[in-house]
């Protein structure tokens, strides 16, 4: 594996060399075919990684380390850092070193059109991974594979719809709402927007729950701690907290204990990512649901780039297997969750 921002080996430039000589005088090796030099110096995939805000998120990036170590894939990895230009300028860089494939995980939807028509241009096939784009000509990309976050999300509105039905029956006469706060993920991310959509979906036709706060908290377990100061500051009648990842959760936790606020039994929490931190917190009764979001994509995206890298057909859109997690289940089955 290959750290862009540290070394590109000596025989990496040797090959990126050959291989830009050989596109060069035509010797006939088509971009996205099996090739003999292909088959000398193995895959070449550029990958570019959001960065390392979540626990989540270094799982998901071992997962696909791991997995083309293993298949003999070299990886060009680029950690952006949470900026959308860095993904660009790493993804002009795969196209400018002809890499056999470029997979990325978009930190927003919007804003890929231009870059991704240059690695068109330059017939390098591109995977989308965990989080979705949007661009004028969806053929600019050969596919995704990830996770399902507008099913998250109804999941999540679903717990909430089932866990209040008491007060709900009451509501007819109290009036008395069941406010929800809302950690929301990054801003223009196609999971948090996706998440945000099922959840509110699901209790669109359930006027008794109020959505009473909402921010970003970007995917941090920082921000979920700022976000919870405030909002316990703002609101005394908090029934929900609907956090779209775990950091965000954890943080939040940690600012109710602080003011002797019990999570999970004053406020009902539901939180998606399910790493172990979330559901030790489940089994000590501190968070009510978990929603998997399983980051254990590497060794499906080394496949699909394998697929690509050899001409071949790789379905459009792909979700991979998460489960829920709830407080009545038989928490002792679990298996370590490895992030
Ligand atoms: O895109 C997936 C989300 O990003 C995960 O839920 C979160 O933890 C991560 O940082």
């Known amino acids: 594996m290959i750290h862009m921002k540290w070394s590109i080996s000596k ?22 075919k099996s090739s003999q030099f292909e088959e000398d110096h193995g895959l070449i995939v550029g990958f570019s990684q959001i960065g390392a805000e979540s626990a989540w998120r270094t799982c998901n990036t071992r997962s696909v380390q791991d997995a083309a170590a293993a298949q003999g894939v070299q990886l060009v990895y680029d950690n952006a850092e949470q900026k959308q230009e860095n993904q660009i300028k790493a993804i002009r860089s795969f196209i400018a070193y002809q890499v056999d494939v470029i997979v990325f995980v978009p930190i927003v939807t919007d804003g890929w059109d231009n870059v991704l028509q240059e690695a068109r241009d330059a017939g390098i096939p591109v995977l989308v991974t965990d989080r979705k784009i949007e661009v004028a000509d969806p053929s600019l990309y050969a ?23 008491e007060k ?3 509501f007819e006469q109290t009036k008395e709402p069941i406010t929800i706060v809302e950690l929301f993920g990054t801003e223009g991310s196609s999971v948090a927007n996706g998440r945000a959509e099922g959840f509110r979906e699901v209790l669109a036709s359930h006027p008794e729950f109020q959505i009473i706060y909402s921010k970003s908290g970007d995917f941090l377990r920082s921000k979920g ?3 919870a100061v ?6 005394e009648d908090i029934d929900v907290i609907f956090s779209h990842n775990d950091g965000m959760t954890l943080g939040a936790i940690e600012a109710m204990e602080e003011r002797g606020i019990r999570p999970g039994k004053d406020i009902v929490i539901v939180t998606i990512d399910a790493q172990q931190a979330a559901i030790d917190a489940l089994r000590e009764g501190k968070v009510n649901c978990v929603i998997e979001c399983n980051p254990k994509t590497g060794p499906e995206i080394i496949r699909l780039a394998e697929r690509l890298a050899a001409g071949q057909y790789i379905p459009r859109l792909q979700y991979v297997h998460e489960e829920v997690f709830y407080e009545t289940d038989d928490l002792s089955l679990i298996e370590p969750r490895g992030y």
Request: charge should be positive; include cysteine; aromatic fraction near 14%.
């Open 11 to 32: 025989q990496f430039r040797t090959i990126m060399f050959l291989l830009l000589t050989c596109c060069l005088v035509g010797c006939g090796a088509q971009k996205g």
């Open 143 to 165: 596919g995704f594979i990830g996770t399902d976050s507008l099913k998250e999300g109804r999941n999540a509105g679903q717990f909430v719809l089932d866990t209040f039905t």
């Open 168 to 170: 709900r029956k009451r």
């Open 225 to 227: 701690y700022e976000l």
């Open 230 to 235: 405030e909002f316990l500051d703002m609101y």
